[in-house]
């Protein structure tokens, strides 16, 4: 919203230097699933876990290994198979709203919605 974006933005690290592209050392409290996606700005651990057919369970933390968030994402049926085969993992653009998967078989990436997302 505008007012996210007026207030907010200032807060969020600059995009003109790198931020935490490289991974750091995995906190010990973590999964050891948990998987570490960089970003220029900010980077973070993404912990996913099957939650039931149709939905996958993102537990997002900051880099240091501190809780962010976690919510739940409807996710077609197969795709969710192929997350228990060790077929997909996360990709850039993810975040609460949504998960973006990158099937490594096929090279397919698809976006799925948090089910209480807006952006459905």
Do not use: C, M
Not at 19 to 47: M, R, V
């Amino acid at each position: 919203s505008y007012s996210f974006r007026y207030k907010k933005a200032k807060l969020l690290p600059t995009d003109v230097k790198e931020g935490q592209l490289a991974e750091p050392t995995k906190p010990e409290t973590l999964p050891i699933q948990a998987y570490y996606l960089g970003g220029i700005g900010e980077g973070a651990w993404h912990f996913i876990e099957k939650h039931d057919d149709n939905h996958l369970k993102k537990v997002r933390y900051y880099a240091d290994g501190q809780f962010e968030y976690e919510n739940i994402y409807e996710v077609d049926k197969d795709w969710v198979k192929d997350f228990e085969n060790n077929y997909l993992e996360i990709t850039h653009d993810t975040h609460f709203s949504w998960i973006t998967l990158l099937h490594k078989e096929s090279n397919t990436k698809r976006r799925f919605y948090a089910r209480n997302s807006a952006h459905k």
